[in-house]
């Protein structure tokens, strides 16, 4: 088994790519690559012209939306994703993509895999289920930017950490992917000082736990319950 198949493994066991035929890793296997990131080396920008897909096979990329003075945060993602996953459509790339660690990416072609698709409708899919779980997190952040104060942005922002990248602990659920306080603050478009304030409010209250970078809930109902009370006080 060769270094690629193995890498494609952790793919094949996540959903909804565990859906796909082995014969569609076979045919990435024989025509993409795999590259290697360096932490802080951007793998695209956005508005570029949208030429390949990528399976994040090892370490953790930051999308970011950005303009000419500003950039946000939009999602961080670990290993196994995909991405990303709009480009279906022809146009260009909508962010920026930004290894954090070093990281490693199996490459391929967009017309390859549309190719793919075109002559394997069945595969089609797992995409779908990717692009609408993409959409639904659009639509989650934009509700909390537009309808909640800093509290409740926070707060459901780590409530959806911890459901999209959540390990069991023995005390609650340990957000897999290690967060700074200036990366929450760019997620949720607040001034890392109120991040760094609410924090402290949400251990108070004995509703996370933090250790330098990880973050753990503590009970993921009562965060809930607090995120609510603020949305609709």
């Known amino acids: 088994m060769s270094k690629n ?26 025509r993409g690559r795999v590259r290697y990131y360096s932490a802080k080396q951007f793998l695209f920008f956005s508005g570029e012209e949208a030429n390949s897909v990528f399976f ?12 000419e003075f500003t950039e946000k945060i939009f999602r961080i993602i670990q290993s196994a994703s ?19 660690e070093n990281s490693e990416v199996f490459v391929l072609e967009k017309n390859i895999l549309l190719q793919y698709l075109n002559d394997n409708p069945g595969a089609l899919m797992p995409f779908y289920q990717s692009m609408a779980l993409d959409l639904r997190r659009a639509y989650r952040q934009i509700k909390n930017v537009a309808l909640g104060d800093a509290r409740s942005r926070l707060g459901a922002k780590l409530y959806a950490l911890a459901h999209a990248h959540g390990q069991k602990a023995s005390d609650g659920v340990l957000i897999s992917i290690p967060l700074t306080t200036t990366e929450l603050a760019g997620m949720c478009s607040l ?37 609510h009370e603020r949305l609709n006080s």
Do not use: H
Not at 198 to 205: A, F, G, N, P, V
């Open 191 to 227: 001034a890392r000082e109120s991040v760094s304030r609410i924090l402290s409010e949400l251990k108070e209250l004995e509703i996370i736990r933090m250790e330098r970078k990880q973050i753990t809930v503590l009970n993921k109902e009562e965060l809930k319950k607090w995120v």
């Open 82 to 100: 995909f991405f990303p996953e709009v480009i279906l459509d022809g146009k260009t790339y909508p962010y920026a993509a930004l290894a954090l």
């Open 5 to 30: 198949e193995n890498q494609f493994n952790q793919l094949k066991m996540t959903v909804p790519w565990n859906q796909l035929p082995i014969t569609f890793w076979d045919f990435c296997q024989s």
């Open 56 to 67: 994040l096979l090892k370490g953790r990329v930051e999308l970011l939306l950005t303009s």
